[in-house]
């Protein structure tokens, strides 16, 4: 049974920061594609951003181009978003998500709220 423990969300005002978690386990579950995504009330959830086992390869939505930064230790098998230059508009419900063999697992979320 996979499990995703996502942490780090919390409140900040406009222009602060945030860094998430996401441990998957067990340990040795290994995920080809890893990554965040998000939705806030009333919206359909979104993608964030995206990385592949290497770490090489990264996708972002427009929104947080330049803002957000998405890596990868998969010697703990946790995957991060660093979230820097915060909007209100990010405000969300941050939801973890891992891809195996084209088997997508979800976490239950962390909320991050962002005051103007």
């Known amino acids: 049974q996979v499990q995703l423990v996502e942490s780090g969300g919390g409140w900040v005002q406009a222009g602060g920061s945030l860094k998430l978690s996401c441990a998957a386990s067990p340990i040795n579950f290994i995920a080809n594609i890893m990554g965040w995504y998000r939705q806030a009330p009333g919206e359909q959830r979104e993608l964030v951003a995206t990385i592949s086992i290497g770490g090489k390869i990264t996708n972002y939505a427009d929104s947080v181009k330049g803002r957000f930064t998405i890596s990868r230790d998969n010697a703990k098998n946790t995957v991060y978003l660093q979230m820097n230059s915060l909007k209100p508009e990010d405000t969300a419900v941050y939801y973890c998500?891992?891809?195996?063999?084209?088997?997508?697992?979800w976490g239950k979320g962390t909320l991050v709220t962002v005051s103007s």
């Open positions: 998500n891992v891809k195996r063999i084209g088997v997508g697992y």
